[in-house]
């Protein structure tokens, strides 16, 4: 630069040669150098800085203690990634014909009436928005709406008032949380049933990318229901049976199934005693695992406000069969009917075979309470009958012991590659026709 400079002087003649200044160097020349010096300064310091900030993020995250710098990354980066894709997938299909589907048009209507922002409308549909009406109901009138637990709508009520009376955003805020510390959670007991931080990384890694895990971000009980079932079991392995009681009551208040996660929690209590049996043995149990009794407790609670507030103890079993036409049923002729049935049926039904496989052919005897827990996730949503098709891939999202076979399976950093590719694609899939078009074929 100061060569071309000094060229162009010359020949305006401005500098002379023998000018006592060429010599010196002129002021437009010692300008350039001045400027050149504290351009190279404020480089230096910028770079400094940066380092110095670095240097300060670099042991920022060495104080977070693991998991939560691992757990935290996959939050974020699942949250970032869903949301971009949802929006481009909903920018796409907008002045598509046909688009919304006429038998979602009026969901489509409803989620625009939650929030302007697509970001966040997204995430309500069908069941999200009876959430958002069962926490937006006043206590004081008659109660009819018994067709759901209330343990997640009715978490929303307070967090919405310290929101400004956002219950829609209150109900996001519960299920992110709540997604956030089934991840922690998964990680901890991973590390307990897979011996290595490898293998809770890759479990946890698989969690949020089972088929239907973007449902964990949604405005639904998914999240709440794993977190606090991760919880148990994680909690049971480390024998604090009061906190696996605290814990099992609320899971109960949440989705129905909750109650008979107290079978496979009882046979964590068995195993770490060596499956004794006898007089002596049970009173042992019994006064060690008595926590588990909450689990029903729970329940019945629910159970008891449906009595108070509308005169049926069974107020939620008969809203269920007038609502859905959902009656209790043997789950095997359910799914042999199905998988015979209308191809999107069937669909939904080859995913509950595929699960049900991995928990058998990954099945080790200590992991024994695991599979009969995904058995009975897989299982008691079919004894529903045909109505829970529409909600069966929502369903088998509880199933989280089908992520620590996968874990198991992928020591290789090859499957490992492979696998997460596949599950990403499939959810994917799966995320966009959620939103586009066939809502209906996961919720």
Not at 12 to 28: C, F, L
Not at 40 to 45: L, N, P, Y
Not at 97 to 122: C, K, N, T, V, Y
Request: charged fraction near 15%.
């Amino acid at each position: 630069m100061v060569v071309h400079f000094r060229f162009g002087v010359a020949r305006s003649g401005v500098q002379r040669e023998g000018d006592p200044r060429a010599a010196a160097g002129g002021p437009t020349e010692r300008g350039e150098r001045g400027r050149m010096h504290r351009w190279r300064s404020g480089a230096a310091a910028l770079a400094a800085r940066t380092a110095t900030a670095g240097r300060g993020g670099a042991r920022l995250a060495r104080r977070v203690p693991e998991p939560w710098a691992y757990v935290i990354g996959l939050f974020l980066g699942a949250k970032v990634l869903l949301t971009l894709l949802g929006l481009l997938a909903l920018h796409a299909w907008d002045g598509i014909p046909g688009a919304p589907p006429p038998d979602e048009a009026l969901m489509w209507a409803q989620q625009r009436e939650i929030s302007g922002h697509r970001w966040i409308s997204f995430w309500f549909a069908w069941d999200a928005l009876l959430y958002l009406r069962l926490s937006e109901l006043p206590l004081t009138g008659p109660w009819r709406d018994f067709g759901f637990p209330l343990l997640y709508p009715f978490l929303a009520r307070p967090l919405g008032a310290v929101l400004g009376g956002d219950n829609a955003l209150a109900l996001l805020v519960i299920s992110n949380v709540a997604f956030l510390l089934a991840l922690w959670y998964g990680y901890r007991l991973a590390e307990l049933l897979l011996g290595d931080a490898g293998a809770a990384r890759r479990f946890t890694r698989y969690l949020v990318l089972l088929p239907t895990a973007f449902l964990f971000q949604a405005a639904l009980t998914e999240s709440l229901f794993v977190c606090l079932a991760l919880a148990a079991f994680y909690y049971a392995e480390r024998r604090r049976w009061l906190l696996v009681g605290v814990l099992g009551y609320f899971l109960a208040m949440s989705r129905s199934v909750g109650l008979l996660v107290a079978l496979p929690l009882a046979l964590v209590l068995l195993r770490q005693h060596d499956w004794r049996l006898g007089p002596r043995a049970l009173l042992g149990y019994l006064r060690i695992g008595w926590p588990l009794l909450l689990l029903p407790a729970g329940w019945f609670t629910f159970m008891a406000y449906c009595r108070w507030r509308g005169g049926d103890w069974f107020a939620y079993q008969h809203a269920q069969e007038t609502g859905w036409g959902i009656r209790v049923q043997n789950p095997v002729p359910v799914l042999l009917h199905g998988l015979a049935g209308e191809p999107r049926d069937a669909a939904r039904l080859w995913f509950a075979v595929a699960v049900l496989a991995v928990l058998v052919a990954g099945f080790r005897r200590r992991e024994l309470p695991y599979l009969v827990y995904g058995v009975l996730m897989v299982l008691v949503p079919l004894s529903m009958g045909p109505a829970v098709y529409k909600s069966l891939l929502r369903y088998l999202l509880a199933v989280f012991p089908v992520a620590l076979v996968l874990a198991r399976w992928a020591r290789r950093a090859s499957v490992d590659v492979w696998l997460t590719a596949t599950l990403a694609v499939v959810q994917g899939v799966l995320f966009v026709l959620w939103l586009s078009y066939w809502t209906h074929m996961i919720i």
